[in-house]
């Protein structure tokens, strides 16, 4: 089963933290154990988990601003937006955690991470949850 929430960005690059969404869909739909994948249709913004901290969120923005410097890229011929795309295909779209007790199994630091890379925008997330 797929579950959709939205999320409004409010600015052109930010780190989200959605694990209470997700925790909160997973809580509602009876899944003891099992698979909780969570991503993103959308072609400039990440799915991650890492640890929500404001340094920590800076770095992995000044990480993927080093790795994907403005350049001569082709696609910008369309919108100037290449770099988003980029930094979105180094980070992923997507990710899994194991549900158990209906819970979310997550270290104690691990959150959900939504990486915002050319907002702001309403961005779709999806939690597909899978039991075992």
């Known amino acids: 089963m797929t579950k959709t929430f939205a999320l409004p960005t409010s600015s052109r690059r930010q780190v989200l933290d959605i694990t209470g969404e997700v925790a909160e869909i997973v809580a ?14 959308h072609c400039t913004c990440a799915v991650r988990i890492n640890e929500h901290e404001d340094g920590l969120a800076h770095d992995i923005l000044t990480l993927m601003d080093g790795l994907v410097a403005d350049g001569d890229w082709h696609h910008n011929r369309i919108d100037q937006n290449a770099g988003a ?24 630091w691990q959150r959900i991470l939504l990486i915002e890379l050319d907002g702001p925008r309403h961005r779709r997330i999806n939690v597909t949850l899978i039991c075992g």
Not at 28 to 41: F, H, K, L, R, Y
Not at 86 to 93: I, R, V
Request: hydrophobic share 40%.
């Open 85 to 108: 795309h980029l930094a979105a295909t180094l980070l992923g779209n997507s990710i899994q955690v194991p549900v158990e007790g209906g819970n979310l199994v997550l270290g104690t």
């Open 28 to 41: 509602n739909n009876d899944v003891a154990s099992g698979m909780c994948t969570v991503s993103v249709p």
